[in-house]
């Protein structure tokens, strides 16, 4: 119908990213199931859902719009929305909640029932990603091989053949797309999600290397600009940026595995606070008193922070959001969201914490099975880029080795009757092959962001991880292009003296 656009419109930044829709709409009915518990009216419990932060809150806004402006029945308003819906998913969702709601049935025992389908369906989704990523990080090393094959294949033949600067340039620009299309499927297909949130209070580690980036990532640029204007050699450069560049990623490295952790234990930490609630009949701040936190070392410091705060009588909303935004996850920002919100509007807390588990606990077991493709691909594609790196510079510096040994010979008198007998073909010019030294350097340069932007797509987490693995593809490249060129010399050298 017409008239939805407008409503449409109000929530089109929320629906503007389709890819996290199956993980937003996970949360989405969690979060009505869990507050659905605790016996509140219909209406509350549209109003409430259609105020979260995801992409799938604008359909709910719809609903919300016309039953309020337009006195519209929910169950009619959730059939409109539904029929009108591009994605068939929520269209699925949403029509059968308007059977549900006409046919009296009660919201509480939909949405739980919902929320379990919907976590089947996230988790059979995931594992298809997953395998399809698996596919994919095979592709990509064979393309990364690839390219590196023909920048060796293109300073080869400049040796024996007039291939000119356009045919090196248009290589060189097919190894750039042909890397950055390999970087991008690998994005495309990896199973889209929010690993750490937003909010303006995070984590220690966090805090620290956003303050490290707003230091090193223009020290790391005017230190390169410095030392290139003054001559020094391009590998020693990318080793300086490497070690200025890296302890941001290593900082952020070790949070995200931190992050990985907490996120593990806070289904259990939600499920036995609940459990304990609804055991002795008190509020939750006693029960946190009472709760034994030996099996969740990880998130014991956190805890242990919360249990003070609510012990001296500060706000308990604020003192759980703080807890959760200080963890820096999105999944426990949203587990205990969930939780506290309906345990305040009268839940069950037993009941309450086993459904927002359920969402905690899938996907974070979901999210361990994509750290053993990625940490797999991760050691492989580092691996890769240090054995391409090593054989581009190797070959480069045989041929300008040999280039320069026959360039000491005297033999005019010999190519001059060869090309005649070659028909011009082939003409062993060697002069070009100095010119081709900066054109070796760009391409370990776009294959050290290309090696780096790989794993970070692949293993997902926070952006400034990529810092880790920019430093290690700069360091190791630079100690490459220092370490090979010597070897071959020497070996030149035994060869020679032969």
């Known amino acids: 119908m017409n008239f939805l656009g407008f409503f449409q419109k109000r929530g089109e930044k929320d629906s503007s990213n389709e890819d996290l829709l199956p993980f937003d709409l996970f949360y989405q009915l969690t979060y009505m199931s869990a507050i ?13 859902a259609a105020q979260l932060p995801c992409s799938s809150a604008p359909y709910f806004r719809q609903i919300e719009a016309l039953a309020k402006s337009l006195n519209y029945d929910y169950s009619e308003a959730c059939r409109v929305v539904g029929e009108s819906a591009k994605n068939r998913e929520v269209q699925s969702l949403l029509l059968r909640l308007s059977g549900s709601l ?11 029932r919902e929320a379990k389908v919907q976590a089947d369906i996230y988790t059979n989704q995931y594992e298809r990603d997953l395998e399809s990523l698996k596919n994919w990080t095979d592709a990509y090393i064979a393309l990364i091989i690839s390219v590196t094959l023909i920048v060796m294949v293109a300073t080869i033949s400049t040796m024996i053949y007039p291939v000119g600067t356009t045919f090196i340039m248009g290589l060189i620009a097919l190894m750039v797309a042909v890397s950055g299309l390999g970087c991008w499927l690998l994005f495309r297909v990896s199973p889209h999600e929010i690993k ?31 030392l290139f ?9 990318l080793i300086v940026a490497g070690v200025i560049v890296f302890p941001i990623g290593v900082i952020m490295v070790s949070d995200d595995g931190k992050v990985d952790r907490k996120d593990g234990e806070v289904g259990t930490f939600l499920r036995a606070l609940g459990g304990i609630g609804s055991a002795i009949g008190t509020t939750l701040t006693e029960a946190l008193s009472r709760l034994d936190l030996r099996s969740i070392r990880s998130l014991m410091p956190s805890i242990q922070t919360l249990r003070i705060r609510l012990g001296l009588g500060l706000d308990p909303g604020l003192c759980w959001r703080r807890f959760a935004a200080e963890t820096g996850s999105e999944v426990i920002r949203r587990s205990v969201d969930i939780f506290w919100e309906a345990a305040s509007l009268g839940g069950e807390p037993e009941e309450v914490g086993s459904r927002t588990s359920l969402f905690a606990t899938a996907v974070s077991q979901l999210r361990a099975r994509r ?3 990625s940490s797999t691909f991760r050691w492989l594609s580092l691996g890769i880029h240090a054995a391409a790196v090593t054989l581009l510079v190797f070959i480069m510096r045989i ?17 001059t009757s060869s090309v005649s007998a ?54 190791t490249s630079g100690l490459i292009l220092l370490g090979v060129p010597p070897v071959v010399d020497m070996i030149f050298g035994n060869l020679a003296s032969i």
Do not use: W
């Not at 041929?399 to 190519?415: A, H, K, Y």
């Not at 776009?446 to 952006?463: I, K, M, N, R, W």
């Open 36 to 48: 659905s518990s605790a016996g509140i009216q219909r209406s509350q419990i549209f109003e409430r």
């Open 102 to 112: 006409s046919s009296g049935e009660r919201e509480d025992d939909f949405l739980a």
């Open 196 to 226: 750490p949130h937003s909010l303006p209070h995070t984590s220690r580690e966090r805090y620290l290397a956003r303050k490290l980036a707003m230091l090193l990532l223009p020290l790391a640029a005017v230190s390169s600009l410095l």
């Open 229 to 237: 204007s003054q001559g020094m050699e391009m590998e020693k450069i």
């Open 371 to 373: 750290r053993l493709t």
């Open 399 to 415: 041929v300008s080795s040999f280039g320069r040994m026959v360039s000491e010979l005297d033999i005019g008198s010999i190519q």
């Open 422 to 475: 070659l028909g011009g073909v082939f003409n062993f010019d060697f002069t070009s092959i100095q010119a081709l030294q900066p054109v070796v350097i760009f391409v370990v340069l776009v294959l050290s962001v290309v090696d780096a932007v790989a794993p970070q797509v692949t293993e997902g987490g926070h952006g400034l991880k990529f810092f880790y693995y920019l430093g290690l593809t700069l360091f």
